[in-house]
């Protein structure tokens, strides 16, 4: 206890003079420290007591983030049920989006399920079709995987224009979690595939029933029955007790309250049951099929919540993925696409999982317009808004992965804007 003090005391005093010559050196543009109470006043929680180890079985952010949470956008979906709210991304860093975090997209609302009544069924062209209860896929050999969920709709609001003023309503349909469950392949080998498995349609228990249909390709490839997100049970809002894990496509395959996977030699759905899903050209004509997310990336700060604060010394950070594998690079452009730097990737870059970049830069008070690219371990580069529209036209919702601008005006206050 006693050698514990003197050394504190020591690291405190070493660490106190490494920080005060870090500020004269690094930190331009930050404030001289003139006498700060924040120093020289002794606050209530050094004197204290605080709450002992009890006060919370499970624990919740500083009451100091409050409001660090899932915002919706009111015009955007008429009901509760069918409803959608968006990831506070310009809070976050590193690659993991908290639990209670994640942005949630419900067709019929959260399922509140009993995981001891939940029951997976295998059915359709297999050998032997399966009844699992949780207890059973938890026999299965299991794995860790980190792959971001893009809803198709992300920044689908933008195409016809810059709408929405802050990246966790531009782009904050995503969330990236570190997954446990069993690879489908185990499962489908399990019931026995027959030899004109072509499809499978997993099915939720929630009240819309979703289905997607899945080819088998991809179903064997990579596929995951996913009952963890970051090392704990599914949220409800997520899925609990389980879930299906199809990485680096569309949100909308990726079906919550897995209940059922039926295995077929066609596709259940029709190209009118999909047209929700289907982008809309110019022309009136669909791109049919367009399950992958390509690679895209956004500036979370600074950004229309998080704006600039300070002159001098800034930290640009963000987000880059793609479905078609690993991140390769980030380039960043202050002005407007003039001139581009490759950004600092720093953290896990892992295929289709977000990684996060950084640009380290000085700031002294002149208009920026912050933009990202993202390439991919492909070579694919992820195009201007205009040259997705000379292709897509403007009729689209879904897949909208064009570059986002943030104008920064003197005053550090961020702006959506588009470059034309
Ligand atoms: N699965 C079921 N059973 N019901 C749903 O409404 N929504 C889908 C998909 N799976 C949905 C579902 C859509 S459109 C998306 S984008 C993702 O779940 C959202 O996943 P999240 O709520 O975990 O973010
Ligand atoms: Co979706």
């Known amino acids: 206890m006693k050698s514990d003090k003197v050394f504190n005391r020591r690291s405190f005093l ?17 404030q001289a420290a003139e006498p700060d109470p924040a120093i020289v006043n002794v606050p209530d929680h050094s004197k204290y007591l605080g709450e002992g180890v009890q006060s919370y079985p499970y624990g919740s952010p500083s009451k100091f983030e ?33 639990n209670g975090l994640c942005f949630e997209r419900h067709h019929a609302g959260i399922a509140e399920i009993d995981p001891a009544q939940h029951r997976l069924m295998i059915n359709g062209l297999v050998d032997k079709p399966l009844v699992l209860t949780m ?22 609001m933008e195409w016809r224009g810059a709408q929405l003023n802050g990246c966790q309503f531009t782009h904050g349909m995503i969330h990236t979690v570190m997954y446990t469950g069993v690879p489908l392949k185990y499962i489908l080998a399990e019931a026995g595939l027959k030899t004109n498995a072509k499809w499978i349609m997993p099915e939720g228990a929630d009240a819309s029933a979703m289905t997607r249909s899945i080819p088998i390709e991809k179903a064997l490839a990579d596929c995951m029955v996913a009952f963890k997100m970051n090392g704990e049970a599914l949220r409800a809002e997520q899925g609990y007790p389980l879930r299906i894990v199809v990485p680096g496509w569309e949100g909308n395959m990726w079906v919550k309250w897995l209940r059922r996977i039926e295995v077929g030699d066609e596709p259940w759905h ?33 950004s229309p919540q998080a704006p600039l604060k300070f002159k001098g010394q800034n930290v640009i950070s963000g987000l880059a993925w793609s479905g078609r594998g690993a991140i390769s690079r980030v380039d960043v452009t202050l002005d407007g696409g003039r001139n581009w730097r490759a950004a600092r990737m720093d953290g896990p870059v892992l295929p289709m999982a977000a990684a996060r970049f950084y640009v380290d830069f000085d700031w002294q008070g002149e208009e920026l ?42 005053n550090g206050e961020t702006e959506n804007v588009e470059i034309s």
């Open 369 to 410: 317009m912050i933009q990202s690219r993202a390439m991919d371990e492909t070579g694919y580069v992820q195009p201007t808004k205009e040259a997705l529209r000379q292709v897509r036209g403007t009729n689209s919702i879904y897949h909208n992965n064009g570059i986002q601008t943030w104008l920064v005006r003197a």
């Open 270 to 302: 029709t190209r009118e049951e999909t047209s929700k899903y289907t982008d809309l050209l110019a022309d009136g004509k669909s791109r049919r099929f367009t399950w992958i997310m390509d690679a895209k990336s956004v500036v979370t700060s600074p």
């Open 135 to 156: 207890n059973d896929i938890k026999r299965f050999p299991r794995q860790n995987k980190v792959y971001f969920l893009e809803c198709a709709a992300n920044s689908g």
């Open 14 to 30: 070493k660490s106190a003079g490494v920080a005060a010559a870090a500020t004269a050196v690094t930190l331009r543009g930050a």
């Open 66 to 98: 409050a409001h660090v949470v899932r915002r919706d956008v009111e015009w955007l979906t008429a009901t509760r049920e069918s409803s959608v709210n968006f990831t506070p991304l310009h809070e976050l860093d590193g690659i993991i989006t908290p």
